[in-house]
């Protein structure tokens, strides 16, 4: 079946560094833009990044721009976040997604806590 597994996650002080990573299953990976999404306490889910099925083209939230980078692999159908100069306000549930044809799918999520 279908699946998309996240991991990384963490606490970390301002200013650190994270790496996520997502795994996909079940499907076409190298046929899917793949996304990042962040839901922080009482927000709405937001867009935070965007990598094109070859991994030619990327954007980004203007709030992570300069310090977040998405990147894929596809032979191991995994898709990357590395998030540099964390700050607290980067602090949420950060989600996975895949869009192709008519379908999208999302993974579980995995907590980001930026704290000193």
């Known amino acids: 079946q279908v699946q998309l597994v996240e991991s990384g996650g963490g606490l970390v002080q301002p200013g650190g560094s994270l790496r996520l990573s997502c795994a996909a299953s079940?499907?076409?990976?190298?046929?899917?833009?793949m996304s990042w999404y962040r839901q922080a306490p009482g927000k709405e889910r937001e867009l935070v990044a965007t990598?094109?099925?070859?991994?030619?083209?990327?954007s980004y939230a203007d709030s992570v721009k300069g310090r977040f980078t998405i990147s894929r692999d596809n032979a191991k159908n995994t898709v990357y976040l590395q998030m540099n100069s964390l700050k607290p306000e980067d602090t949420a549930v950060y989600y996975c997604?895949?869009?192709?044809?008519?379908?999208?799918?999302w993974g579980q999520g995995t907590q980001v806590t930026v704290s000193s």
């Open positions: 997604n895949a869009v192709g044809g008519l379908h999208g799918y």
């Open positions: 079940g499907f076409t990976f190298s046929d899917n833009v």
């Open positions: 990598i094109n099925r070859r991994g030619g083209s990327t």
